[in-house]
């Protein structure tokens, strides 16, 4: 499974768009790049997924160079609400299931 | 989407003591699900899989036998924390792949708040 890095943290203010950025060096050619989103004392919540270029849905955009050697999660117009850890996750579907390894994910704060 | 439901939400027990967590699959079958945990301000870590009708595989460095994990039907697993200490509190979540076979998506549970005294 391909290991990630991205921010421990991020500073953004209501109204603003977020662009949180992920390397993954060693992806490979099957995996997938998946965005969660937790909030404190709850589980993960998926945001987004993607293979190359761009996803969009109605919360987020995703977009992946050709390279694939990282992605950037994009989170237009944040409210307060959206502070929480997002993390990014590289992996594929492994004997049939889904096995995921959490890196250290992005802390965001989003100010008044 | 699909809902994964774990109970309780938070419990506090006595040193050697036993709490069993439950983690169940609402609405969709699931034969392999994950237990995680996860200590304050960090991220999650995975113990185990839960495979529906066979042993259970641990993440090396998780002890089999201080953290029981039963997936007895499609929709349920449990992981019990046996004679559990102060350092067992954590919060602990479980997740089960998406239905949909061509979706990689994963659902968690909420979570479960341990707090061993």
């Known amino acids: 499974l391909a290991k990630t890095t991205q921010p421990i943290s991020m500073d953004s203010y209501e109204g603003q768009e977020v662009n949180i950025t992920c390397s993954h060096n060693?992806?490979?050619?099957?995996?997938?790049i998946t965005w969660y989103q937790q909030f404190p004392s709850q589980g993960p919540r998926f945001i987004i997924q993607?293979?190359?270029t761009k996803v969009t849905n109605e919360v987020a955009s995703l977009f992946i160079p050709a390279d694939r050697k990282s992605s950037t999660l994009s989170l237009p117009r944040v409210s307060l609400s959206d502070t929480a850890v997002y993390y990014c996750?590289?992996?594929?579907?492994?004997?049939?299931?889904?096995?995921?390894?959490f890196g250290a994910g992005t802390r965001l704060a989003v100010h008044p | 989407g699909a809902v994964v439901s774990q109970h309780p939400s938070r419990v506090i027990c006595k040193s050697g003591t036993s709490v069993k967590i439950e983690c169940r699959s609402l609405?969709?079958?699931?034969?392999?699900m994950f237990w995680y945990r996860q200590f304050p301000k960090k991220s999650l870590m995975l113990m185990a899989t839960?495979?529906?009708?066979?042993?259970?595989?641990?993440e090396q460095g998780v002890e089999k036998d201080k953290f029981l994990i039963n997936h007895a039907s499609l929709t349920l697993s449990t992981l019990t924390v046996t004679s559990a200490h102060p350092e067992d509190s954590s919060f602990y979540i479980c997740?089960?792949?998406?239905?949909?076979?061509?979706?990689?998506?994963?659902?968690f549970g909420q979570g479960t708040r341990l707090t061993v005294v």
């Open positions: 993607g293979y190359k």
């Open positions: 996750l590289v992996g594929v579907l492994s004997g049939g299931y889904n096995k995921l390894i």
């Open positions: 997740s089960a792949d998406s239905p949909d076979s061509e979706n990689t998506e994963a659902f």
């Open positions: 060693n992806i490979a050619t099957n995996d997938y």
């Open positions: 839960s495979n529906e009708g066979s042993k259970a595989t641990y």
């Open positions: 609405d969709f079958q699931a034969t392999t």
